[in-house]
Nanobody, 123 residues
């Protein structure tokens, strides 16, 4: 019912910038929260940045001051501006959304995931 499509990944030199986008579409009544996650080989998936419907944000300590999450609510889209990229930021980034939809029996919340976007910062 809901799809999240990511774009904006790529390869940059260390110190460079990228902006990831994630657009949600489908049966959406409202979005409670959206976030970006990453998972490096041999490590657990971690929340990189999250934002609530009310605009509250939180970031992993490793990206504070370098990454900024924002939304365009009219487009059901979340962005991750990544500045001063480091080689250790290199991995696949996944978008997540907590979406309220209307089903045959009423409204419900469910989580959805994007397909992943590769980010590579080379030194």
């Amino acid at each position: 019912q809901v799809q999240l499509v990511e774009s904006g990944g790529g390869l940059v030199q260390a110190g460079g910038s990228l902006r990831l986008s994630c657009a949600a579409s489908g049966s959406i009544f409202s979005i409670n929260a959206m976030g970006w996650y990453r998972q490096a080989p041999g490590k657990q998936r971690e929340l990189v940045a999250g934002i609530t419907r009310g605009g509250s944000t939180n970031y992993a300590d490793s990206v504070k001051g370098r990454f900024t999450i924002s939304t365009d609510n009219a487009k059901n889209t979340v962005y991750l501006q990544m500045n001063n990229l480091k080689p250790e930021d290199t991995t696949v980034y996944y978008c997540n959304a907590d979406v309220r939809s209307r089903g045959s029996s009423g409204y419900y919340f469910a989580d959805y995931w994007g397909q992943g976007a590769q980010v590579t910062a080379s030194s």
